[in-house]
Each structure stands twice: as structure tokens, then as C-alpha cells.
């Protein structure tokens, strides 16, 4: 399988979804570390390719490291530097964002050069708003809630980095950032752009930045509705890994180009 998949494409980017795909927890897939160096032999460019908002490049980075995984910092890519992309483009530079997030969100809007503020400590005084973005943030509080909400319906939308509802924790499924999302949404009454998978937007930014076209792009994740829906969306090659959601995937949901049974095989 291996050879055959590898042998007749002329890829030169790999988007390497990471929970479930690399890592399950805090658990490196086996075999994991050993298909990112084969990619490298190879020459094709590995592209850690999260929608978690929540890390920095480098702290995503770091956990990839210490699990053996091998991978830089410029070669993660995350939804809150889709986002903070996204913003870059869209946002009057006078303005400045006030966002719900934690590191992440925060590192790349300052990577971006925006202005940019916490709900919590951001005052109207300090500066107007030229839009409102979200990503997953523990901390969150009612307060922080309410101001995000009315900032929104002042500027009539916000961005999401990410839509996923609920995410696996150590004891059963825990909020995501789609959550918060619908939240906003129900008292707002508008609806968020969305920066990470399922939507184009976010491997159009990874092909910018990492100057590749469509058809020398692979796409590897677990989730047929997140990463699979993703590649198909954009016309991207697809492979699916059985490991994290993987394993319970009905072949009838079945989308991918390849299926396997983890990167090991690939
Ligand atoms: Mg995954």
C-alpha cells in the first residue's frame, strides 16, 4: 500500500491532521514518528494542520516533540492563524479585534501586527472593534460572554476559528469551541465565519503560505466529517487513518480517496 499510493503522486505538501492521526492524548500513534521523517526523506513537506486554537505553534511544536514527533514551529498551522489571516484581510488596520481565546489566538493575532484585546481586559476607550473572534477558551466566564455577544451585534459578525462542539476528555466529552460558537449565535442571531475544517478557507491559507497547489496537496485525518469533508470540499487528495475517530467510522460515511489502517501503513 504504501509504495502504490506514494508512487503515483507528485505531492509535495502532506496537512497532517494531529489528534487521532499523530497523537491520541498523550499517546504518540506508533509508528508516528517514523512516517513524518519518511515525508521528509521523501521531499515532501509535513504541515501539522490543527483545529485547535488553543496552542501557539510553538507549543504544539513542543508536544509533537515530546512524543518523538519531529516538527518546527513554521511548519504547524493552526485555525487561529487561519482566523487571525481571515482578519488581516477583512479588518480595517484602525480598528482593533477583541477576542475570546488563550494562547493561540493570542499569538497569532500578534503575529498578524493587530491590535488586539481580551474581552475581559479590552474597554471601549481603548480602541473601536473592528471585528470579534472566538476560540476555545477554559477561562471563559458569563461576563466575558456578555461583552463578546454585544460587540457582535454591534458589528453584525465574528469569526470562529473552529466549529468543533465537543471534544474528547479524560473523562467523556468536554465543550469545544463550537459550543461557545452556538451560544454566541442564539443570542446574537448572527452567524460566525468559520476559519478552521470543515471550511475551504483554511487549506487556501495553508496553500498560500506554504506556496503549493491543489494537486500536489495530500490531506491525512481520522474525521470524515471534518478532515475528509475538508479535502473533498477543495479538491484535495484524501487519506483516512482508522486510529482515533477513525475506528469507528461506518464505511458507508466513507468519502476518502484511501483509507488505512494508521500513518504507519502509509
Ligand atoms: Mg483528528
Same mark, same amino acid.
Given at each position: 500500500?504504501?509504495?502504490? %499510493?506514494?508512487?503515483?503522486?507528485?505531492?509535495?505538501?502532506?496537512?497532517?491532521?494531529?489528534?487521532?492521526?499523530?497523537?491520541?492524548?498523550?499517546? &504518540?500513534?506508533?509508528?508516528?514518528? &517514523?512516517?513524518?521523517?519518511?515525508?521528509?526523506? *521523501?521531499? +515532501?513537506?509535513?504541515?501539522?494542520?490543527?483545529?485547535?486554537?488553543?496552542?501557539?505553534?510553538?507549543?504544539? &511544536?513542543?508536544?509533537?516533540? @515530546?512524543?518523538?514527533?519531529?516538527?518546527?514551529?513554521?511548519? +504547524?498551522?493552526? *485555525?487561529?492563524?487561519?482566523?487571525?489571516?481571515?482578519?488581516?484581510?477583512?479588518?480595517?488596520?484602525? =480598528?482593533? %479585534?477583541?477576542?475570546?481565546?488563550?494562547?493561540?489566538?493570542?499569538?497569532?493575532?500578534?503575529?498578524?501586527?493587530?491590535? #488586539?484585546? #481580551?474581552?475581559?481586559?479590552? #474597554?471601549?476607550?481603548?480602541?473601536?472593534?473592528? /471585528?470579534?473572534?472566538?476560540?476555545?477558551?477554559? *477561562?471563559?466566564?458569563?461576563?466575558?460572554? /456578555?461583552?463578546?455577544?454585544?460587540?457582535?451585534?454591534?458589528?453584525? !459578525?465574528?469569526?470562529?476559528?473552529?466549529?468543533?462542539?465537543?471534544?474528547?476528555?479524560?473523562?467523556?466529552?468536554?465543550?469545544?469551541?463550537?459550543?461557545?460558537?452556538?451560544?454566541?449565535?442564539?443570542?446574537?442571531?448572527?452567524?460566525?465565519?468559520?476559519?478552521?475544517?470543515?471550511?475551504?478557507? $483554511?487549506?487556501?491559507?495553508?496553500?498560500? !503560505? $506554504?506556496? /503549493? &497547489?491543489?494537486?500536489?496537496? +495530500?490531506? %491525512?485525518?481520522?474525521?470524515?466529517?471534518?478532515?475528509? /469533508?475538508?479535502? =473533498?470540499?477543495?479538491? +484535495? #487528495?484524501?487519506?483516512?487513518? !482508522?486510529?482515533?475517530?477513525?475506528?469507528?467510522?461506518? *464505511? @458507508?460515511?466513507?468519502?476518502?480517496?484511501?483509507?488505512?489502517?494508521?500513518?504507519?501503513?502509509?
Amino acid at each position: 500500500m504504501r509504495m502504490k %499510493i506514494w508512487a503515483a503522486h507528485r505531492w509535495r505538501l502532506a496537512l497532517l491532521d494531529l489528534d487521532g492521526t499523530l497523537y491520541q492524548g498523550s499517546q &504518540a500513534v506508533p509508528g508516528a514518528d &517514523a512516517f513524518v521523517e519518511r515525508l521528509r526523506i *521523501s521531499g +515532501v513537506q509535513p504541515v501539522f494542520f490543527t483545529n485547535n486554537a488553543t496552542r501557539t505553534p510553538q507549543q504544539v &511544536a513542543d508536544k509533537l516533540g @515530546s512524543l518523538g514527533i519531529k516538527a518546527h514551529p513554521e511548519e +504547524v498551522c493552526t *485555525s487561529a492563524q487561519a482566523a487571525a489571516d481571515w482578519l488581516r484581510q477583512h479588518v480595517d488596520p484602525d =480598528k482593533g %479585534i477583541v477576542y475570546i481565546g488563550m494562547d493561540g489566538v493570542e499569538a497569532a493575532l500578534q503575529e498578524a501586527g493587530m491590535r #488586539h484585546a #481580551h474581552v475581559r481586559s479590552w #474597554h471601549p476607550d481603548d480602541f473601536q472593534p473592528g /471585528a470579534a473572534v472566538m476560540g476555545l477558551d477554559t *477561562s471563559v466566564t458569563y461576563a466575558d460572554l /456578555a461583552v463578546f455577544c454585544r460587540v457582535v451585534v454591534g458589528l453584525r !459578525r465574528f469569526v470562529l476559528t473552529n466549529p468543533d462542539v465537543a471534544l474528547p476528555g479524560d473523562g467523556g466529552l468536554q465543550p469545544g469551541n463550537g459550543a461557545f460558537g452556538r451560544l454566541v449565535e442564539a443570542v446574537t442571531g448572527v452567524g460566525p465565519v468559520v476559519t478552521g475544517k470543515p471550511e475551504p478557507y $483554511f487549506v487556501d491559507y495553508a496553500l498560500r !503560505r $506554504f506556496g /503549493a &497547489a491543489r494537486d500536489e496537496v +495530500v490531506l %491525512i485525518g481520522d474525521n470524515p466529517r471534518t478532515d475528509i /469533508a475538508l479535502g =473533498k470540499r477543495c479538491g +484535495v #487528495h484524501t487519506i483516512r487513518v !482508522r486510529t482515533g475517530l477513525g475506528a469507528w467510522v461506518a *464505511s @458507508s460515511e466513507d468519502e476518502a480517496d484511501w483509507v488505512v489502517d494508521s500513518v504507519a501503513d502509509l
